[in-house]
């Protein structure tokens, strides 16, 4: 069994910015796999559900950005998992263009509040991650500003189409061929 938890804010407010691009891609596994996001647990909109024979739980928390480890720990709890084996994360990252993937097995924070948190409620870095990227804040920009910005048109077509790649490299990495997804999505 495997937690895909995709990073972002709740509320319409948020809905297509920067920072939700991992509710996105939770969206886009959704719907590829038939799995409905709508119950409330543990501090999140999550769905119960198979991709390719792996047992899922697709989450969103709902906690705002900041505060994303309180849910994804509670989920791991709850179904007693082990983080390094069977949680995926995705969210976005402003160090990669739009549209740019970086799949990796642990790693830190890297600035990103939301992993932070995380990092620090399940007590390990070590857990699979799918970050998208978002492009870089522009000189003069409030960071808190750009995030919650939606993308021009350009760069909207560029994320989405990463948002399906992002799924692929999820739906890999529940196969068992993390490594495979490393090589297939980094950079593109």
């Given at each position: 069994?495997?937690?895909?938890?995709?990073?972002?804010?709740?509320?319409?407010?948020?809905?297509?910015?920067?920072?939700?691009?991992?509710?996105?891609?939770?969206?886009?596994?959704?719907?590829?796999?038939?799995?409905?996001?709508?119950?409330?647990?543990?501090k999140a909109l999550c769905g119960a559900g198979y991709?390719?024979?792996?047992?899922?739980?697709?989450?969103?928390?709902?906690?705002?950005?900041?505060?994303?480890?309180?849910?994804?720990?509670?989920?791991?709890?709850?179904?007693?998992?082990?983080?390094?084996?069977?949680?995926?994360?995705?969210?976005?990252?402003?160090?990669?263009?739009?549209?740019?993937?970086?799949?990796?097995?642990?790693?830190?924070?890297?600035?990103?509040?939301?992993?932070?948190?995380?990092?620090?409620?399940?007590?390990?870095?070590?857990?699979?991650?799918?970050?998208?990227?978002?492009?870089?804040?522009?000189?003069?920009?409030?960071?808190?500003?750009?995030?919650?910005?939606?993308?021009?048109?350009?760069?909207?077509?560029?994320?989405?189409?990463?948002?399906?790649?992002?799924?692929?490299?999820?739906?890999?990495?529940?196969?068992?061929?993390?490594?495979?997804?490393?090589?297939?999505?980094?950079?593109?």
């Open positions: 069994m495997y937690v895909i938890a995709g990073l972002g804010n709740p509320t319409a407010r948020f809905e297509k910015t920067r920072h939700n691009a991992g509710f996105d891609v939770i969206d886009v596994l959704a719907e590829k796999y038939n799995i409905k996001v709508t119950e409330h647990k543990h991709i390719e024979g792996q047992k899922v739980v697709l989450v969103k928390p709902q906690t705002f950005m900041n505060l994303s480890g309180e849910s994804i720990a509670a989920f791991l709890n709850f179904y007693k998992l082990d983080a390094s084996s069977q949680l995926i994360v995705i969210y976005d990252d402003i160090t990669l263009a739009p549209g740019r993937l970086r799949v990796r097995m642990r790693g830190s924070a890297g600035g990103h509040n939301g992993m932070k948190n995380i990092i620090e409620r399940i007590k390990t870095q070590d857990f699979m991650r799918i970050r998208v990227g978002i492009g870089e804040k522009p000189q003069g920009w409030d960071l808190a500003d750009y995030v919650t910005s939606r993308f021009s048109k350009e760069e909207r077509k560029e994320v989405e189409a990463a948002m399906e790649l992002a799924a692929d490299a999820a739906v890999l990495m529940v196969n068992h061929k993390a490594e495979e997804a490393m090589n297939r999505y980094n950079g593109k």
